[in-house]
T-cell receptor, first 113, second 112 residues
Framework: NAGVTQTPKFRVLKTGQSMTLLCAQD?????MYWYRQDPGMGLRLIHY???????AKGEVPDGYNVSRLKKQNFLLGLESAAPSQTSVYFC????????????FGPGTRLTVL | GQQLNQSPQSMFIQEGEDVSMNCTSSSIFNTWLWYKQDPGEGPVLLIA?????ELTSNGRLTAQFGITRKDSFLNISASIPSDVGIYFC????????????FGQGTILTVHP
């Protein structure tokens, strides 16, 4: 039981390049989330999903797209990376949306030059 | 959107000392959560609070859900070096129902 895993762990991009971050969970959770963490700002929700095939915008969705084709996977895409997207990205999952515990992955550190 | 103000931003303490940190909100939350993040890791849930006035302990950690539902605090007693990390409060409810809003975090350093 690996919990929540993220790939890659580190990535460096040039401005304008694209990439996809992969999140996988083996807990059969319905709900999955993508956050970004920046110094002094805590974690901010980018997008989330309430089930396979569904996605919704969070607090800071601009510049990102997501897909949830399989229940266990939640992908975060950057179509044209910008330096402002340099951050640490965390994926999380939970059984339910309202009050249940969110389990976090180890994070992906992304640098955009 | 809803915001949480967490304080202090950082703390430097001696091993054995007690620690207290808190979070306040401009709006009501239905759930308060406290997470700890170790360097290079994702946040891990420490304590979850679901009712106003609730006081919950987890080992040396104690957290309370404020009566007004707009605040929460976390106490750590007899700190040890492995308590080092970033502590986040998070809440859900009100206009952000179902989605966690995080505080800015408190960076805790414990000197042996």
């Amino acid at each position: 039981n690996a919990g929540v895993t993220q790939t890659p762990k580190f990535r460096v991009l040039k401005t304008g390049q694209s990439m996809t971050l992969l999140c996988a969970q083996d807990m059969n959770h319905e709900y999955m989330y993508w956050y970004r963490q920046d110094p002094g700002m805590g974690l901010r929700l980018i997008h989330y999903s309430v089930g396979e095939g569904t996605t919704a915008k969070g607090e800071v969705p601009d510049g990102y797209n997501v897909s949830r084709l399989k229940k266990q996977n939640f992908l975060l895409g950057l179509e044209s990376a910008a330096p402002s997207q340099t951050s640490v990205y965390f994926c999380a999952s939970s059984r339910s949306l309202n009050t249940d515990t969110q389990y976090f992955g180890p994070g992906t550190r992304l640098t955009v030059l | 959107g809803q915001q949480l103000n967490q304080s202090p931003q950082s703390m430097f303490i001696q091993e054995g000392e007690d620690v207290s940190m808190n979070c306040t909100s401009s709006s009501i939350f239905n759930t308060w959560l406290w997470y700890k993040q170790d360097p290079g890791e994702g946040p891990v849930l420490l304590i979850a609070l679901y009712k106003a006035g609730e006081l919950t302990s987890n080992g040396r950690l104690t957290a309370q859900f404020g009566i007004t539902r707009k605040d929460s605090f976390l106490n750590i007693s007899a700190s040890i070096p492995s308590d080092v990390g970033i502590y986040f409060c998070a809440g859900t409810g009100g206009t952000s129902y179902g989605k966690l809003t995080f505080g800015q975090g408190t960076i805790l350093t414990v000197h042996p």
